[in-house]
């Protein structure tokens, strides 16, 4: 997904549109990614509810996860006004940013989940 912001980014926006329209399925598929990993986050936590307030790293963990939707969420409604706006440059620029913010957060999380459970 990020890549394909990426890549967009350096596009005109006509081409940006028809890249962006043919990879739908594949956004599609990153948010139903998203709602799975929240879906089986929620069952694999409650083991450890009782435990959270021991647990920093996983604080931080579930703190970031709502940061990241936080960006996804923000990218979401930047790329909507950039798909109807006549001088989209800015925005896909401000895109590019946050989707490499957002590439952090993830990578983040992992690194946060690995030094928790393993
Ligand atoms: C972008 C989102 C997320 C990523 C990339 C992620 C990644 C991971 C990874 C890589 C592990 C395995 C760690 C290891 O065993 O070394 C893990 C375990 C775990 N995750 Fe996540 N996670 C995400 C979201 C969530 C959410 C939203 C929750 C809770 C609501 C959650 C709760 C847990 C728990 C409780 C475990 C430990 C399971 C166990 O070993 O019993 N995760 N996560």
């Not at 890549?7 to 139903?32: H, P």
């Not at 913010?101 to 992992?110: D, E, K, R, W």
């Amino acid at each position: 997904m990020l890549f394909l912001g990426f890549t967009s980014s350096k596009l005109s926006k006509d081409e940006a549109i028809k890249l962006k329209s043919n990879t739908k399925i594949l956004g599609r598929m990153g948010s139903i990614g998203l709602i799975l990993l929240s879906v089986s986050g929620v069952y694999l936590i409650l083991p450890f509810w009782n435990a959270l307030a021991y647990m920093p790293m996983l604080q931080i963990k579930l703190l970031f996860f709502v940061v990241l939707i936080g960006f996804l969420a923000v990218m979401n409604i930047m790329e909507r006004k950039a798909m109807k706006s006549d001088q989209p440059d800015g925005l896909y620029r401000k895109l590019e940013i946050l989707g490499k913010l957002a590439l952090t957060t993830t990578l983040t999380i992992v690194v946060l989940a690995v030094l928790v459970f393993h």
